[in-house]
């Protein structure tokens, strides 16, 4: 049961290039979420799917494209990347979403773009 | 606009000692809150949670407290050990809303 599973873990792009950042889960869970962390900011919500075929903006999805290609896997699409995307991006999942359900975490993709 | 705050960066306390962790939000309709645990290098993992219609809720060592008339949670670890050296984040939501986090504080417990 390896949990919630992220690739790359760290990628290095130059400006204008396009990645998709991969995330699974084996719990099953309906929901799946995609945040970054930067310094001093916490993690803010990019983009989640509440259940396997719908997708919803978050706090910030400017630049970003995503597809819940299944009920285990959330992707993440840089298109044109700039360097303000250069960040840790953290894949989450829940068995649903809103209140109580915890979310639990990837390990982390570490993007520069330089 | 950041409804979820933690205003202390950082904190250093003594092996064996009290760890209190400090949160304050703003929006009122939040209605649940979480505390997370983040080691470098790794990805949040759940700690504890608690209701707004409880003000207490117990885990073993850590406690977290929520006043609601204050806006105000805390997360008390008892007593602190080397381990629990990490980034700690709180977290709140309301129905059908996402999770909002705080910027997080680095604990240090220094044996």
């Known amino acids: 049961n390896a949990g919630v599973t992220q690739t790359p873990k760290f990628q290095v792009l130059k400006t204008g290039q396009s990645m998709t950042l991969q995330c699974a889960q084996d719990?099953?869970?309906?929901?799946m979420y995609w945040y970054r962390q930067d310094p001093g900011m916490g993690l803010r919500l990019i983009y989640y799917?509440?259940?396997?075929?719908?997708?919803d903006k978050g706090e910030v999805p400017n630049g970003y494209n995503v597809s819940r290609l299944n009920k285990r896997e959330f992707s993440l699409r840089l298109e044109s990347a700039a360097p303000s995307q250069t960040s840790v991006y953290f894949c989450?999942?829940?068995?649903?979403?809103?209140?109580?359900?915890?979310?639990?975490f990837g390990p982390g993709t570490r993007l520069t773009v330089t | 606009d950041q409804q979820v705050k933690q205003n202390s960066p950082s904190l250093s306390v003594q092996e064996g000692r009290i760890s209190i962790l400090n949160c304050d939000y703003t929006?009122?309709?939040?209605?649940?809150f979480l505390w997370y645990k983040k080691y470098p290098a790794e990805g949040p993992t759940f700690l504890i949670s608690?209701?707004?219609?409880?003000d207490k809720n117990e885990d073993g060592r850590f406690t977290v407290f929520l006043n609601k008339s204050a806006k105000h949670l805390s997360l008390h670890i008892v007593p602190s050990q080397p381990g629990d050296s990490a980034v700690y984040f709180c977290?709140?939501?309301?129905?059908?809303?996402?999770?909002?986090f705080g910027s997080g504080t680095q604990l240090t417990v220094l044996p």
């Open positions: 989450a999942s829940s068995a649903g979403t809103g209140d109580p359900y915890e979310q639990y």
């Open positions: 719990m099953n869970h309906n929901s």
């Open positions: 799917s509440a259940s396997e075929g719908t997708t």
């Open positions: 929006n009122s309709m939040f209605d649940y």
């Open positions: 608690i209701s707004s219609i409880k």
């Open positions: 977290a709140a939501s309301r129905p059908a809303r996402q999770l909002t």
